[in-house]
């Protein structure tokens, strides 16, 4: 299993960490004391409130999966977490479906979450993800992130 | 714009989302300046292609970083014949 994985088509993020928990206890002999996830989801309306069809997520291959798996091993590495997982859609997604999750363990709670939200932001804003809102049949390109 | 017949005298040039949409084309092989002994002591800069390109927003670009060879790099560090440049508009992801 594959701790950073990009996802084509749409996940359950429960089964992402059902299978993740079985790898990390089976494959790591880690069994988490602590655990920290974020699951995020596209919204149903855009940025100028118009319902929204879809969103786009456009990446730069190589170059993102590699960004992500550096952003993890530092966040991994500043807060003593044990082990992370990252999914991240590209393609289309639809209103309600993930787009990321981040799940992170360590042996408190303190490290688990900050280390979940450190590695949050920081791909955010430094993975190479590009989103386009369509509505109305219209694609619109986001510039930025929401505030935190 | 010139293009050599010689791959190892070019740079790939790419784009991405709004920028790529707005320029009409997502890739293409750059030729470097020439320079002497095959290296590239002039320092051909990402900022100097994205001006010899015609990229817009004029320089500096708000939001818009710059890749070489899948890494971030700075607008003026200098590109070397069969790098991958990507010039990536404002990041949204998560």
């Given at each position: 299993?594959?701790?950073?994985?990009?996802?084509?088509?749409?996940?359950?993020?429960?089964?992402?960490?059902?299978?993740?928990?079985?790898?990390?206890?089976?494959?790591?002999?880690?069994?988490?004391?602590?655990?920290?996830?974020?699951?995020?989801?596209?919204?149903?309306?855009?940025?100028?409130?118009?319902?929204l069809?879809?969103?786009?997520?456009?990446?730069?291959?190589?170059?993102?999966?590699?960004?992500?798996?550096?952003?993890?091993?530092?966040?991994?590495?500043?807060?003593?977490?044990?082990?992370?997982l990252?999914?991240?859609?590209?393609?289309?997604?639809?209103?309600?479906?993930?787009?990321?999750?981040?799940?992170?363990?360590?042996?408190?709670?303190?490290?688990?979450?900050?280390?979940?939200?450190?590695l949050?932001?920081s791909?955010?804003?430094e993975?190479?993800?590009?989103?386009?809102?369509?509505?109305?049949?219209?694609?619109?390109?986001?510039?930025g992130?929401t505030?935190? | 714009?010139?293009?050599?017949?010689?791959?190892?005298?070019?740079?790939?040039?790419?784009?991405?989302a709004?920028?790529?949409?707005?320029?009409?084309?997502?890739?293409?092989?750059?030729e470097?300046?020439?320079?002497?002994?095959?290296?590239?002591?002039?320092?051909?800069?990402?900022e100097?292609l994205?001006?010899?390109?015609?990229?817009q927003?004029?320089?500096?670009?708000?939001g818009?970083?710059?890749?070489?060879?899948?890494?971030?790099?700075?607008?003026?560090?200098?590109?070397?014949?069969g790098?991958?440049?990507?010039?990536?508009?404002?990041?949204?992801?998560?």
């Open positions: 299993m594959l701790p950073i994985q990009l996802e084509a088509d749409p996940f359950e993020p429960l089964s992402a960490l059902a299978e993740w928990h079985q790898f990390l206890a089976a494959g790591l002999g880690i069994r988490p004391a602590a655990e920290s996830h974020f699951v995020g989801r596209v919204r149903p309306s855009g940025a100028n409130d118009a319902p069809e879809a969103l786009e997520l456009e990446h730069y291959p190589g170059m993102t999966e590699a960004c992500i798996a550096s952003l993890a091993a530092a966040a991994t590495g500043r807060h003593g977490a044990n082990a992370v990252v999914r991240h859609r590209i393609g289309l997604v639809l209103p309600g479906d993930a787009i990321v999750l981040v799940a992170v363990t360590a042996d408190h709670r303190g490290p688990a979450q900050r280390c979940c939200q450190e949050l932001e791909l955010k804003h993975a190479p993800f590009w989103k386009r809102e369509w509505s109305l049949g219209v694609g619109r390109w986001i510039t992130n505030p935190l | 714009m010139a293009v050599s017949a010689d791959p190892a005298s070019q740079v790939q040039v790419r784009l991405f709004g920028l790529r949409e707005a320029m009409g084309w997502s890739e293409q092989l750059v470097l300046a020439p320079a002497a002994g095959g290296s590239n002591p002039a320092g051909t800069t990402p100097q994205w001006r010899q390109l015609n990229l927003p004029a320089y500096p670009p708000a818009v970083r710059v890749a070489v060879n899948q890494q971030f790099a700075a607008w003026d560090s200098s590109l070397f014949a790098d991958e440049l990507a010039f990536l508009p404002p990041i949204s992801g998560g």
